[in-house]
Structures are given as structure tokens and as C-alpha cells.
T-cell receptor, first 111, second 114 residues
Framework: GQQVMQIPQYQHVQEGEDFTTYCNSS?????IQWYKQRPGGHPVFLIQ?????EVKKQKRLTFQFGEAKKNSSLHITATQTTDVGTYFC???????????FGAGTTVTVRA | GAGVSQSPSNKVTEKGKDVELRCDPI?????LYWYRQSLGQGLEFLIY????????KSGLPSDRFSAERTGGSVSTLTIQRTQQEDSAVYLC????????????FGPGTRLTVL
């Protein structure tokens, strides 16, 4: 069945450095969503991408949707301690509005 | 307006007891989801309600788990004869049924089975 895969599972980053986390789907997605879950918290919606090749920025975060609408990436520049948490991507399963969540990338930051 | 609320926030129970977890979605959201998250793990889909349609129960791990959604609003997740492996955070989320269906999560219920 359709699955959304994320890599890497863990990302240890030096404060100030950049990193990228990737999301891949076995099938074309109508849209891709990203969520952030802080330690001890619940997932919070960050952004949604709908168009092929779409790029959106939120301050130091850049989200991209692939041309084939099967992959997405989240790039964070100049990582800060506030970026700590788990980032999930999610896409709707075909013919339904139920979201399939990736396993998440857990980010830790070394000061 | 208010977000998704869940109760209780924490529940400690003994093995073999039944528990009920409650979710109040955002008013007007027709879609409601239950997920389970074990410590340090991702989101495990449990069940999905959409309007008056039959729920998608494909994620329920065993017949000890069941859920209801009354009047298209409040939902209750029931776990019968709890086991220690049921210990986790149970998250509820709601969304508007449309193409751009971002989910709004509640704070979760942390269940501990002793």
C-alpha cells in the first residue's frame, strides 16, 4: 500500500549549521504536509504544499515539493535550539483524505 | 475558537481494567482521527471518522480497541482489558474534509498501564 517514508530518522546538528530532511512517497500525492512536534508536545501543522515543484519558506525553513509530487524536503538553515523536535511529513492516501504520516525525523541541536 | 481537547490528560490504570479516552474536536470539523504514539516513536494510525460514513478501523491493533463518535462531534476511544503494551500517548486530531486537510491535534492522553 501507499507509504510515506522519511529520512534520516535522527539528525544531530551543530547550532548554526544547516540540514535537510527528506520525505518520499511510493505514489503521487495531491499534497504534502509538514508537522513539528516539540519534546513532550503534540504535532503542530507547519505548512502544506500542493503544486508540483512548489517551494515555500518560513523564516529559516524551506519546504519543497518535488516535480513528480512524490517527494518533499525540509531544509533548515542556521539551526537554533528552538528547532529541536520531530518533524513529520504526511500525505493523503489515494481516494481518501486520510493522511499517511512518515516516521519522522528527530532533530537534536548541539550548542 | 477552542482547539481540540482531550481528557483525561493522564491516565494510570491497572492491567486488565477498561479505559475510556475522550476527544472533543474543533467545531465544524467533520473528520476525526485517533493515533497512538509510543515513547520516541512516530504516529500510529488507529481509526478515522468522516462525517456519517462508516469509520475506517483498519489501524486498531486488536478487538480490545473500539471507538465511537456521537453526533458527529465528540469521540471516545475505549480500550478493554488493558495490557502493559497499551501504554502510550493517544492523540486525537480533527480536520475539515477538503483537499487541503491539515490536521489539528489535541494535547493527547498519556496512558500508563501498570
Amino acid at each position: 500500500g501507499q507509504q510515506v517514508m522519511q529520512i534520516p530518522q535522527y539528525q544531530h546538528v551543530q547550532e548554526g549549521e544547516d540540514f535537510t530532511t527528506y520525505c518520499n512517497s511510493s505514489t503521487t500525492l495531491s499534497n504534502i504536509q509538514w508537522y513539528k512536534q516539540r519534546p513532550g508536545g503534540h504535532p503542530v501543522f507547519l505548512i502544506q504544499l500542493v503544486k508540483s515543484g512548489e517551494v515555500k519558506k518560513q523564516k529559516r525553513l524551506t519546504f519543497q515539493f518535488g516535480e513528480a509530487k512524490k517527494n518533499s524536503s525540509l531544509h533548515i538553515t542556521a539551526t537554533q535550539t528552538t528547532d529541536v523536535g520531530t518533524y513529520f511529513c504526511a500525505g493523503p492516501l489515494s481516494n481518501d483524505y486520510k493522511l499517511s504520516f512518515g516516521a519522522g525525523t528527530t532533530v537534536t541541536v548541539r550548542a | 475558537g477552542a482547539g481540540v481537547s482531550q481528557s483525561p490528560s493522564n491516565k494510570v490504570t491497572e492491567k486488565g481494567k477498561d479505559v475510556e479516552l475522550r476527544c472533543d474536536p474543533i467545531s465544524g470539523h467533520t473528520a476525526l482521527y485517533w493515533y497512538r504514539q509510543s515513547l520516541g516513536q512516530g504516529l500510529e494510525f488507529l481509526i478515522y471518522f468522516q462525517g456519517n460514513s462508516a469509520p475506517d478501523k483498519s489501524g486498531l491493533p486488536s478487538d480490545r480497541f473500539s471507538a465511537e463518535r456521537t453526533g458527529g462531534s465528540v469521540s471516545t476511544l475505549t480500550i478493554q482489558r488493558t495490557q502493559q503494551e497499551d501504554s502510550a500517548v493517544y492523540l486525537c486530531a480533527s480536520s475539515v474534509r477538503r483537499q487541503h486537510n491539515e490536521q489539528f491535534f489535541g494535547p493527547g492522553t498519556r496512558l500508563t498501564v501498570l
